[in-house]
């Protein structure tokens, strides 16, 4: 079955811990995207990739990283930089800039206690 | 700099009444265009987009949206509302440069019975 898969759905952490959540496809994308979801804040984009071995940062890139290495997996690291880490997160891939919708995995809910 | 305004943060709405929910771009050249849909604690599920051509498009659930160019819009609209629609609505742009994908602030609908 072909889409997004993040995982874990919740995750709980201490503060001052790094912690990484998994976004994994099967859709043989080349794009995909990290999103922040805040209460009146709709999704701010903190990482893309259009490409294996290469990202940009978004809107709200300070303190979280990303790597690429595959074209199947985006790893996003919340760091212990991240002042304000507790939020839900999303992922999406797209094919490529031609074809730019975005698929959406079912979130993770990070919260930093 | 792209960006997306929703101006509408919340609307309520009667079943069977109509609906149409605003959006305004900024966004040099032609952009791509989406409107997603949410329900609490998922992902975004796609209902319609805009690449090029015939500016009125047609989405899935009885959804439509129209890109003015001169009013930098793509509203959403349905002629008549059904409880199942509430929801979180999000209006999205892609900058067909550089993949980036921004979303607006989103709009919650409530449907009165």
């Known amino acids: 079955d072909g889409g997004i898969t993040q995982s874990p759905k919740y995750l709980f952490r201490k503060e001052g811990q790094n912690v990484t959540l998994s976004c994994e496809q099967n859709?043989?994308?080349?794009?995909m995207y990290w999103y922040r979801q805040d209460p009146g804040q709709g999704l701010r984009l903190i990482y893309y990739?259009?490409?294996?071995?290469?990202?940009q940062k978004g809107d709200i890139a300070e303190g979280y990283s990303v790597s690429r290495e595959k074209k199947e997996s985006f790893p996003l690291t919340v760091t212990s930089a991240q002042k304000n880490p507790t939020a839900f997160y999303l992922c999406?891939?797209?094919?490529?800039?031609?074809?730019?919708?975005?698929?959406f995995g079912q979130g993770t809910r990070l919260t930093v206690v | 700099a792209q960006s997306v305004t929703q101006p509408d943060i919340h609307i309520t709405v009667s079943e069977g009444a109509s609906l149409e929910l605003r959006c305004n771009y900024s966004?040099?050249?032609?952009?791509?265009l989406f409107w997603y849909v949410q329900s609490p604690g998922q992902g975004l599920q796609l209902l319609l987009k805009?690449?090029?051509?015939?500016?009125l498009v047609q989405g899935i659930k009885g959804f439509e949206a129209e890109f003015k160019r001169s009013q930098s819009s793509f509203n959403l609209r349905k002629p008549s509302v059904h409880w199942s629609d509430a929801a979180e609505y999000f209006c999205?742009?892609?900058?067909?440069?550089?993949?980036?994908?921004?979303f607006g602030q989103g709009t919650t609908l409530q449907v009165k019975p």
């Open positions: 990739s259009q490409i294996v071995n290469d990202f």
């Open positions: 999406a891939s797209g094919a490529n800039v031609a074809n730019p919708e975005a698929f």
């Open positions: 999205a742009v892609v900058s067909s440069n550089t993949g980036k994908l921004i």
């Open positions: 805009y690449f090029s051509g015939d500016t």
């Open positions: 859709l043989n994308h080349d794009a």
């Open positions: 966004y040099g050249a032609t952009p791509y």
